[in-house]
């Protein structure tokens, strides 16, 4: 066993954090254009039109990975009131419930400052609001 470990040595289960300095200035490159974007002044009703198509665009794609069909015109609907059909309702409860946990989010880190490591109680916390009021298959997991 040890032989294996010795002639593959990316297997070694170690971190190893070496970082060459072509990383190191990719890294550098990525956080100086976060910092030009997020330094860049925006009038507030192009932000506010911006945050909600990133919202939207983020629930639909979440929520298609787990097959929702919900399109991001019926998304977009649904956000300004209309209702679905009793047949696809827990369709929109998916996407409801991924909208609250990402304006969750966004309360949190962007609004309030808020800082939270990743640990397994946050996890459970996002996960029972995601899955809140899906049903028996959802409560399976």
């Known amino acids: 066993m040890e032989d294996i470990f010795n002639s593959r040595k990316h297997i070694c289960f170690q971190k190893r954090w070496?970082?060459?300095p072509e990383i190191h200035f990719l890294l550098g490159q990525c956080h100086a254009?976060?910092?030009a974007i997020s330094?860049?002044?925006?009038?507030?009703?192009?932000?506010?039109?911006l945050l909600g198509v990133a919202l939207i665009r983020g629930a639909q794609?979440?929520?298609?990975?787990?097959?929702?069909?919900l399109t991001i015109e019926e998304i977009q609907d649904l956000q300004r009131g209309k209702k679905l059909p009793p047949s696809r309702e827990y369709l929109q409860k998916e996407v409801e419930n991924i909208l609250s946990a990402l304006n969750t989010i966004l309360n949190?880190?962007?609004i309030n400052d808020k800082i939270s490591l990743?640990?397994?109680?946050l996890i459970r916390y996002f996960h029972r609001?995601?899955?809140?009021?899906?049903?028996d298959a959802f409560d399976a997991i």
Not at 61 to 69: H, K, S
């Open 39 to 49: 330094d860049t002044p925006i009038r507030p009703d192009y932000r506010e039109k």
């Open 18 to 20: 070496d970082l060459k």
């Open 118 to 121: 990743i640990k397994p109680d």
């Open 129 to 135: 609001m995601v899955g809140e009021d899906i049903g």
């Open 33 to 35: 254009i976060i910092k």
């Open 61 to 69: 794609a979440t929520t298609a990975i787990e097959g929702n069909t």
């Open 108 to 110: 949190d880190i962007i």
